[in-house]
């Protein structure tokens, strides 16, 4: 009998116990990531072969103190490796772990492969070679702290290696985990099984393996154990051979129904051939399909639903993970009375949007990621998420009903003055404290950064409920939301890079088209509150030379030379904005040397320009002290030096349409009226339906040179 160590995931420790015992194992005691017994060579052999939670096993040749290199060494070489292995075997060191003095595994790998060598050599044996690529033999060697161990691995490759699946889909589970979920789904063997996710169908495959009683190791080509000095290859032979028998028996004598579906037909095709590699593709039915739109197959009356559903940025957005979650809770009540469901996911929040009470949680990784796997008893659907005509309840309807309200009044409005974009929420709730506003058939949820009296999980999970409620409400698919935090913003924060989607989405405004972009940057290319003002510029412009200062995206250049410009100067700070602007024009086919784009700081800029404009416009912002500005810019403090260099740049009969966001912002007009100038505040005029709630979004002037 040797001592052995099965290696598995945080969390599998007692079920891999029981797995260990029903194969024969008497002594099985759960550690940290993993199980010590006791077995013979039959039983280990068993337990590589028949395993389906470990992910390998070692035998222990040592346990010791590790202080530092030396222990480690003197402890390696006072192993007989000859009885172990023969010098003419190739092997290779697997080392995990650091303490104080042994600060690289392979510094620590080293040490070991010196102490293996050496013995060979005072035996007056060869030394064996090391090969990483292709070893006949793997050393296993743990340490934390200044506790070791040491031993041969058993298995070679890690045993979640079935061998059936080369390719995968996105994100997919290894096969040990998968083999874990279904073990602890509740799903007995004899029910009928669904993944309605399935991706490769790692769920589903295992689960028919265990139907069939395939041994889930019974494709593998090569073990590390035959390559040791006490192999018995007459038992091995005996035992592969029983199990290979079981495999091609196993199949005929399964009745269960497994049914797999994913809306991603390649996945769908790498799933089929995984199944047809592990031998259960006559098991498996896989169909293209929508979780949210899932139906129950006919005769699966009391089935069990399990599934690892998305759960990460690199596999969807947010909103459109929280709408899928949200949808399948409805779909399993609506279409899966009676059954029961497992779901794994490493978010909470998401699986709350399931909007069902578990029976059973377990907790456990998916590598380095904390999951939860939960148990569901589905009853049939409740009469209190369903409207007296059958229709679903609103999610946070005193949210929803406004939201229905707004569009009703504002998506009019929007249709018959020819705009693509607008707000069709602004914070009208203080407890839904966010900005809402639809482009095309695409929604940005603007969130902005709740007080610190509010707990983090309830803003959190009041912002899933917004999500939710305003996909239901406005019926725009997930994929098309888009969700973003905005908190105070100082100077030119709107260029921020937030992602590098590059998605680019053309949009009408007043019959001009401009391109937005709804991922990349906190804002989109185009302020909505000041759709009105781009308007009023283009019926000013016939026949001007225009100039637009601060001028981000150029929209407000696009509309005046839509309107006839003569000319046009755009001046920005920003070469990616500068460039936006460009690409703006020419969708509009205002191309041409009158138009003029120059990248400066504007204010620097405008101490030594001396040319002269009829039409000017300029939307600073409130402060900035970027470092490519020599000074920092408040536009309350510096507005009058601003006017005293555009007065100069301003023709006889030209106007400014001066505009800022600074709440309470105001115009010293005495000071104005010594430069000779006068203005006039136009702030209601440029304030469209869609912003009138909030007055102070911005305040605009028309500003000229007194009669």
């Known amino acids: 009998m040797n ?41 280990i052999y068993r337990c590589c072969l028949w395993s389906r939670l470990a992910s390998r096993f070692v035998r222990v040749l040592s346990e010791f103190s590790c202080e530092d290199d030396m222990d480690l060494y003197l402890a390696t070489s006072a192993i007989n490796w000859v009885n172990q292995f023969h010098s003419s075997k190739k092997f290779v060191v697997d080392f995990n772990g650091t ?167 390649k996945v769908l095709n790498i799933a089929r051939d995984n199944a047809r590699r592990a031998g259960v593709d006559s098991l498996i039915e896989f169909g293209l399909g929508d979780a949210a739109t899932l139906v129950r197959p006919e005769g699966f009356s009391h089935g069990v639903v399990v599934c690892n559903p998305p759960y990460g940025e690199r596999l969807g957005t947010e909103p459109g993970l929280i709408a899928l979650y949200t949808a399948f809770g409805a779909q ?59 229709t679903a309840a609103l999610i946070a309807p005193d949210f929803a009903n406004r939201l229905k309200k707004n569009i009703a009044k ?44 509010i707990a983090e999980e309830k803003a959190k999970r009041r912002l899933t409920d917004i999500i939710r409620a305003t996909i239901q409400v406005t019926g725009i698919e997930a994929n098309k939301v888009v969700l973003k935090t905005r908190e105070k913003q100082k100077g030119r924060s709107q260029y921020q890079k937030l992602a590098q989607v590059s998605e680019r989405l053309e949009v009408k405004e007043y019959g001009v088209k401009l391109i937005v972009n709804l991922h990349d940057y906190l804002d989109t290319g185009l302020f909505l509150d000041h759709k009105i003002t781009r308007r009023r510029l283009g019926e000013m412009a016939s026949g001007k030379d225009f100039l637009n200062l601060f001028a981000y995206t150029g929209s407000a250049t696009v509309h005046a030379a839509k309107g006839g410009a003569r000319s046009t100067t755009t001046v920005d700070m920003s070469n990616t904005y500068l460039q936006w602007a460009k690409d703006n024009m020419a969708l509009n086919g205002l191309v041409g040397r009158q138009h003029q784009f120059i990248q400066a700081d504007c204010l620097q800029w405008l101490e030594k320009a001396t040319e002269q404009y009829d039409l000017i416009f300029i939307d600073p912002p409130t402060f900035s002290n970027s470092k490519r500005m020599e000074e920092s810019f408040d536009v309350q403090r510096d507005h009058i030096k601003l006017m005293r260099n555009l007065k100069r740049l301003l023709s006889s009969n030209g106007t400014i349409v001066f505009s800022n966001n600074k709440r309470h912002f105001k115009m010293d007009m005495e000071v104005l009226s010594d430069l000779g100038l006068r203005a006039e505040n136009i702030s209601s005029q440029t304030l469209p339906l869609d912003f009138s709630r909030n007055k102070q979004i911005h305040n605009c002037w028309l500003i000229s040179h007194k009669a």
């Open 3 to 43: 001592q052995y160590l099965a290696v598995t995931s945080n969390g599998l420790e007692n079920l891999l116990v029981e797995e260990l015992t029903k194969l024969g194992i008497t002594n099985a005691k759960p550690v940290q990531a993993g199980v010590k017994f006791s077995a013979s060579n039959e039983q």
């Open 99 to 265: 303490n104080r003095e042994i600060r690289n595994s392979q510094y620590g790998a080293m040490k070991v492969k010196d102490g293996i060598v050496d013995c060979f050599e005072k035996k007056g044996l060869p030394r064996p070679n090391i090969s990483k690529e292709r070893p006949d033999i793997r050393i296993h060697v743990r340490l934390h702290k200044d506790k070791a161990l040491l031993g041969v691995d058993m298995v070679g490759a890690g045993l979640h290696q079935r061998g059936y699946r080369p390719e995968s889909g996105r994100a997919p589970l290894r096969e040990t985990l998968a083999a874990a979920i279904i073990l602890r789904s509740g799903w007995d063997g004899s029910q009928a099984l669904l993944d309605p996710m399935c991706g490769s169908g790692t769920l589903l495959i295992e689960a028919a393996l265990m139907a069939a009683n395939i041994a889930p190791g019974v494709k593998r080509k090569q073990w590390c154990f035959e390559s040791l000095e006490d192999f018995e290859p007459e038992l091995w032979a005996e035992i592969k051979s029983e199990a290979s028998v079981q495999a091609r028996r196993g199949v005929k004598n399964v009745d269960t129904k497994f049914y797999g579906f994913d809306n991603d037909e």
């Open 332 to 390: 399993l009540k609506a279409q899966f009375g009676g059954c029961k469901a497992s779901i794994f996911s490493s978010s909470d929040e998401l699986l709350s949007c399931l909007r069902m009470r578990a029976d059973k949680q377990f907790k456990l990784n998916n590598g380095a990621l904390p999951c939860h796997q939960k148990n569901y008893s589905i009853a049939e659907r409740s009469g209190s998420e369903l409207n007296s005509d059958g």
């Open 410 to 453: 504002v998506a009019k409005w929007a249709k018959k003055e020819q705009l693509d974009c607008y707000r069709i929420y602004d914070a009208d709730l203080p407890e839904y404290n966010v900005a809402i506003d639809m482009y095309l058939d695409n929604i940005v949820i603007q969130e902005y950064a709740a007080p610190k009296t």
